[in-house]
Nanobody, 126 residues
Framework: QVHLVESGGGLVQAGGSLRLACAAS????????IGWFRQAPGKEREFVAA????????YGADSMKGRFTISRDNAKNTVYLQMSSLKPEDTAVYYC???????????????????WGQGTQVTVSS
C-alpha cells in the first residue's frame, strides 16, 4: 500500500506562484511514476505532469509547460509541483497519484494510476 499526502495549496493572486508537495510513504518500491492531476468543479480530472522516480524523467501537459515544473527529492520521498504565472483557470483541486508503468507511455492517463492522495485546493483570484 502506498500513502500519498499533498500539501501547499492555497489562495493566490493571478500571476503568483505556489509549490505543491506530495509526500509518499508505505510500499514506495511498488511504484515508479508519480503524477499530478487536477480537477476543477464540473470538469474531468486532467493530467498536469509526471515524473519517473528512478531517473527524474518528466512528462508534462503541453498546455502547462513553461509554467509548471515537476521535481522530486528521493531522500524525502517527496515530489513537488512548482507552479508559476498562475491564472484563474488553474483553480482546481490538485491530486498526486502513483503507479508502476513499463515504458513512458500512459503517464497522462488517470486510469493508469493505482494510488491517489486526498487532494489540495488551489484557488487563483483575478
Amino acid at each position: 500500500q502506498v500513502h500519498l499526502v499533498e500539501s501547499g495549496g492555497g489562495l493566490v493572486q493571478a500571476g503568483g506562484s505556489l509549490r505543491l508537495a506530495c509526500a509518499a510513504s508505505g510500499s514506495i518500491f511498488s511504484f515508479n511514476i508519480i503524477g499530478w492531476f487536477r480537477q476543477a468543479p464540473g470538469k474531468e480530472r486532467e493530467f498536469v505532469a509526471a515524473i519517473k522516480w528512478s531517473d527524474g524523467s518528466t512528462y508534462g501537459a503541453d498546455s502547462m509547460k513553461g509554467r509548471f515544473t515537476i521535481s522530486r527529492d528521493n531522500a524525502k520521498n517527496t515530489v513537488y509541483l512548482q507552479m508559476s504565472s498562475l491564472k484563474p483557470e488553474d483553480t482546481a483541486v490538485y491530486y498526486c497519484a502513483a503507479t508502476h508503468l513499463i515504458g513512458s507511455g500512459g503517464t497522462d492517463r488517470k486510469e493508469n494510476y493505482s494510488y491517489w492522495g486526498q487532494g489540495t485546493q488551489v484557488t487563483v483570484s483575478s
